[in-house]
């Protein structure tokens, strides 16, 4: 790796990684980097080990539930139906 860059960029969000890009395109050396195991900030997407070490703690789900990779769960905040018509008063 490299020792020297232009710009670092903290967080691989949707913001940090449009500005990344945009600064690569025009021609600055980035470092982009992330504290998590996985990309993508509040809006990413978890397999199943992963979803469990972020919120149990415990490196491995119990096996019942099936293989990681078979587990796709988006993390971004969603608005039910419901709570979605009480604020709109419908």
């Known amino acids: 790796m490299d020792e020297e860059y ?5 967080g691989t969000g949707l913001k940090e990684c449009i500005l990344s890009g945009l600064l ?3 021609g600055l050396k980035v ?3 992330d504290r998590n195991d996985y990309y993508g900030g509040d809006s990413t997407s978890l397999n199943l080990n992963q979803l469990w070490k972020k919120f ?7 096996a ?8 796709n769960v988006d ?5 039910s139906d419901l709570a979605i018509r009480k604020t709109i008063g419908v």
């Open 24 to 26: 690569s395109v025009d």
């Open 6 to 10: 232009d710009v670092i960029v903290l």
């Open 75 to 79: 993390m971004v905040p969603k608005s």
């Open 31 to 33: 470092l982009h980097m």
């Open 64 to 71: 019942h539930l099936g293989a990681s990779r078979d587990y």
């Open 56 to 62: 149990r703690g415990e490196d491995k789900p119990p």
